[in-house]
């Protein structure tokens, strides 16, 4: 990869830096601004803890695409987010983070997935009211469920911050489902990572995308997210495609 994209922030050129990490669907880049990282969407598509893998044509560009037009209108929302602005295609200019929070933080409104596994409950069951689960950022331990007292115990956070951020995930819920209901999508379920930049403000970090939701056309039921790939459903591509065209009609 070139040294220096042929972009611009709002002030100057950004010059790329060294790789940082490399995940299961992206790499992270340093650039020549401490506090800012260059994220880069790859096409691997991945499920079930890794165990199912398989490359998406165009899925990492469709996946930053949707992701940027969600953190645009959350950030027109007031929320804190790590995103800065989208690069090119596949790369997006983000706050960096310098503390990461290890823990993922999921929100689910429908049965789906793994607690309709988990609690026997059928696939599409309405809940009474938004269930908030805590997972443990842990490849080799599979992610696993944990508590806000596991999460303590372990140094991953405190009672206050879990406190700031479950208050963040709902009003993350609320706006997203109304987001999606305006282009007839139903929000099933999602997951959010968060961190803290520089200057200790929290922000909602890593995507926002068919990979990380569950969506649902409102009048079909189909899905339009992840579970295409999970249970080889075909028509990938042409699903977050959907959500992206649906997108773009109201950013």
């Known amino acids: 990869r070139s040294t220096l994209f042929p972009y611009t922030t709002l002030f100057r050129s950004v010059k790329l830096g060294e790789l940082l990490y490399t995940g299961k669907t992206k790499q992270i ?37 949707i992701s940027a037009i969600i953190y645009g209108m ?29 823990l993922e933080f999921i929100v689910r409104n429908i049965a789906a997935g793994s607690m309709a596994k988990r609690l026997g409950l059928k696939v599409g069951t309405q809940l009474a009211t938004p269930v908030y689960e805590i997972t443990y950022k842990n490849d080799d331990l599979a992610d696993p469920i944990i508590n806000e007292h596991h999460a303590v115990a372990l140094g991953l956070s405190s009672y206050e911050e879990l406190a700031e951020i479950h208050d963040v995930v709902a009003r993350l819920n609320t706006t997203l489902q109304r987001i999606f209901a305006q282009i007839g ?14 200057d200790g403000t ?31 459903l075909g028509k990938i591509s042409e699903a977050y495609e959907e959500i992206l065209n649906r997108l773009s009609s109201i950013a």
């Not at 602005?85 to 983070?97: A, G, H, T």
């Not at 999508?185 to 997951?191: G, I, N, Q, S, Y």
């Open 185 to 198: 999508v139903t929000l099933v379920d999602a997951k959010f990572e968060f961190g803290r930049t520089a």
């Open 202 to 232: 929290l922000v909602v970090a890593d995507e926002i995308s068919p990979d990380t939701t569950r969506l649902w056309d409102t009048k079909t039921l189909e899905s339009l997210d992840r579970d295409r790939f999970r249970k080889d």
């Open 74 to 102: 959350l950030e027109k929302e007031g929320f804190h987010t790590h995103f800065v602005r989208r690069l090119s295609d596949r790369d997006q200019l983000c706050r960096r983070k310098r503390q990461i929070i290890k």
């Open 29 to 65: 880049f340093g650039t020549d601004d401490p506090d800012l990282i260059v994220v880069h969407y790859k096409d691997d598509a991945l499920a079930y803890n890794g165990i199912k893998r398989a490359q998406i044509a165009n899925k990492g560009v469709l996946n930053n695409k």
